[in-house]
């Protein structure tokens, strides 16, 4: 994911991670599990302030919960996190079935 090659370079460039932002708004139905969970890895870890945005994957994951694997959930948990952006029903949707998630992990 482009958004995760670009992480590194911080929110400063706000234009760029604006253009950034507008285009996965426009894609985003089109991603899979991996794709969206790595574009909210990606924006969470450069910090970028959108909460419009991140409303919108937040919706795509919780239609996706079922295609997700257990590094999908990780990604996303630290991108919500870094993001300062949790909210309650996507945390639950992740969280919804541990003994599907202990499996995933090997416990």
Known sequence: SVIVAFASIEYRHK?????LSK????IVHS?????LSRTIHGFGVA???DDGLLRIL???????QHLLHARNVVDIMVG?????YT??????????????LARW???
């Open 31 to 35: 991603f899979t599990p991996l794709q």
């Open 23 to 26: 285009q996965t708004r426009n």
């Open 58 to 64: 937040c919706d795509h994951v919780v239609r996706q």
């Open 15 to 19: 234009k760029l991670f604006r253009a």
């Open 87 to 100: 909210p309650e029903k996507v945390v639950k949707t992740l969280l919804a079935e541990p003994p599907k």
């Open 47 to 49: 910090s970028v302030d």
């Open 105 to 107: 992990l090997g416990g």
């Open 80 to 84: 919500l996190t870094e993001a300062e």
